[in-house]
């Protein structure tokens, strides 16, 4: 957000998302970006497989200096069997562990709803759901970011 000359620069953020119900997830993208280009900041977007792989590449991604904030989003389901609690668990783990091993903030659009039926009803409600919690996420990380700008003195 700051270069070594002290000249202020728009923050950047890497926005991870999860390909399993792309068509779902793909809301908190969206909406994200709504927010978050009209607070202006730069965001690279990024594809993994599934939920399961982001805490790494958010970590990677942290370490290379190149973003302030990083956004995590996905979909974890309950396919019918236990599985699913121990990758909620793992990934949003994960992600509080980038953050506080990097120092970079990550913010989570990773839903794990308790019941999810691929019906139009609940598809209609999770595709509107992962729209607004990548709205809060937005306002979330720019009220973050302009937060440490103030507690690091930076401009």
Not at 32 to 59: D, M, Q, R
Not at 107 to 120: G, I, R
Request: with cysteine.
């Amino acid at each position: 957000m700051t270069t070594a000359t002290g000249t202020r620069t728009t923050p950047t953020v890497a926005f991870v998302q999860s390909s399993w119900h792309a068509d779902l997830v793909d809301g908190a993208r969206r909406g994200f970006l709504e927010v978050a280009s009209a607070g202006v900041a730069e965001v690279e977007t990024f594809e993994l497989p599934g939920a399961f792989e982001i805490p790494l590449h958010a970590k990677l991604l942290a370490e290379t200096g190149r973003f302030d904030a990083i956004v995590a989003a996905g979909l974890v389901v309950d396919g019918g069997i236990y599985r699913h609690e121990f990758v909620a668990d793992a990934v949003i783990g994960g992600l509080m562990r980038v953050q506080l091993d990097t120092g970079v903030p990550v913010f989570s659009c990773v839903l794990t709803p308790h019941e999810f039926h691929e019906h139009d009803a609940h598809q209609r409600f999770f595709a509107e759901h992962l729209v607004a919690k990548g709205r809060e996420a937005a306002h979330a990380c720019l009220a973050t970011l302009e937060a440490r700008r103030d507690l690091l003195g930076t401009d």
